[in-house]
Structure formats: C-alpha cells, structure tokens
C-alpha cells in the first residue's frame, strides 16, 4: 500500500465551483505539504504544516487553503476554482528527524474549465 | 530571481554518454540537499541525498559546493530508462523546502 495517497486522482470542474483535495499518510510524518506543478514551472509550495496546529502559507497561496485534520491528514481548498488553477497537485510529507527528505503522493491533476 | 535554479534543457546525449547537471542555490543557511528524479506526469522520486563530502550510487554521483552555493549530479553511461526530468530539492534553516525547476534529460539510441 502507497504510504501517501491523494483523492482524487483526476478532476474535472467548472469555474466558481469549490474543490477539495485530500491527502492521507501513513508514515507518521508530522510535517506535510501541499505543491502544484506547471509545465516550466516546477514544483510551487502552496501550504505546509509542520504539526497539526501549525499551518504556514507556502509561495502561491492565494485563491487556496488547507485543513490538518489528524497527523495524518492534510486536505486543499479551492474556494471557487478559476482555469488558472489548472495543475498537477502534490501532496508531500517529510521527517524533520531524518534529513527532511519529501515522500510524494501519486498526485491530483485538476482541470478548471 | 528564484532561490533555487537549474538549466532546464533539454540536455539530449546518446546512451553511454555522461552528462552532468548542476544546481544553485541562492539561501546560504541552506542545509539539506537533494536529487529527485520525475518522470512525465508521475510523482517525484529521491534519487539521492547530497552530502557534504560528496556521495556516489552506482552510475551516479553527487557533489555540493558550499562555497560557491551549488549542487551537482553526474551521470555515468547513460541509459535510456534515465531519461526524465531532474529536480533539485534544497531545505534551509525553517526547513522550508524549495525545488528547482528542474532539468530535462534525454537519453537516446
């Protein structure tokens, strides 16, 4: 079983809608993060949390926000989707214990029509 | 200017070529160093951790230049499953992460 897994894997919605991303782990990793991937871009940190209270806005959080729910547990927001947010979401975790090293999730590819 | 930059390539050499790949990064109270390796549209991968001394797996070596604020990675007898595209990873102080952009590589017959 995949240690960090993303639903759902693929979206399709329309503008003004609200979307949410979910995010589970189970490699007991208190710090998770929340990225997303444009062509040419690379990868952009959108939200981390470094424990269950602690909730930091990333480079581009506008227009998102974030939940922790459990340690294990990190969902993204879209209020009300725009085409711009159309990308390839990541949902990453890491141990600050053991070099900080990112565990990925498969990813979500969101389409914003 | 972004804190972590990488030549974007395409970098396009035959198999059994080497071919090196460099990052910089402009945070000096960065602490932690990696290569990931993406492949299209699939979720990054390590590839391997930097260390100060420079470490070595199998046909890939990576090297860190604190001085002039760089990593490297070199790939030796290229195959053509190394094609991909390469991202460097760095955590400063916060530990707050900042990936490269990263470099494309294409391996061909």
């Known amino acids: 079983d995949a240690d960090v897994t993303q639903t759902p894997r693929n979206r399709i919605t329309k503008t003004g809608k609200r979307i949410m991303l979910e995010c589970s782990q189970t490699?007991?990793?208190?710090?998770m993060y929340w990225y997303r991937q444009d062509p040419g871009l690379g990868l952009r940190l959108i939200y981390y949390?470094?424990?269950?209270?602690?909730?930091n806005k990333g480079e581009i959080s506008d227009g998102y926000s974030v939940s922790r729910q459990a340690q294990a547990k990190f969902s993204l927001s879209l209020e009300s989707a725009i085409p711009n947010q159309t990308a390839l979401y990541f949902c990453?975790?890491?141990?600050?214990?053991?070099?900080?090293?990112?565990?990925f999730g498969p990813g979500t590819r969101l389409t914003v029509l | 200017r972004k804190e972590v930059e990488q030549d974007p390539g395409p970098f396009n050499v035959p198999e059994g070529a080497t071919v090196a790949f460099n990052c910089t990064y402009s945070?000096?109270?960065?602490?932690?160093f990696f290569w990931y390796r993406q492949d299209c549209r699939k979720e990054p991968k390590l590839l391997m951790s930097?260390?100060?001394s420079g470490n070595e797996d199998g046909r890939f070596t990576a090297q860190l230049n604190r001085a002039s604020q760089y990593i490297s990675l070199l790939i030796r007898d290229s195959k053509l499953s190394d094609s991909a595209t390469y991202l460097c990873?760095?955590?400063?102080?916060?530990?707050?992460?900042?990936f490269g952009r990263g470099t494309s590589l294409i391996v061909h017959p």
């Open positions: 990453a975790t890491s141990d600050p214990h053991s070099v900080n090293e990112q565990f």
């Open positions: 490699k007991g990793h208190d710090r």
């Open positions: 949390s470094f424990d269950v209270k602690d909730i």
């Open positions: 945070n000096s109270a960065s602490q932690s």
């Open positions: 930097v260390y100060s």
């Open positions: 990873l760095t955590s400063g102080g916060s530990y707050i992460p900042t």
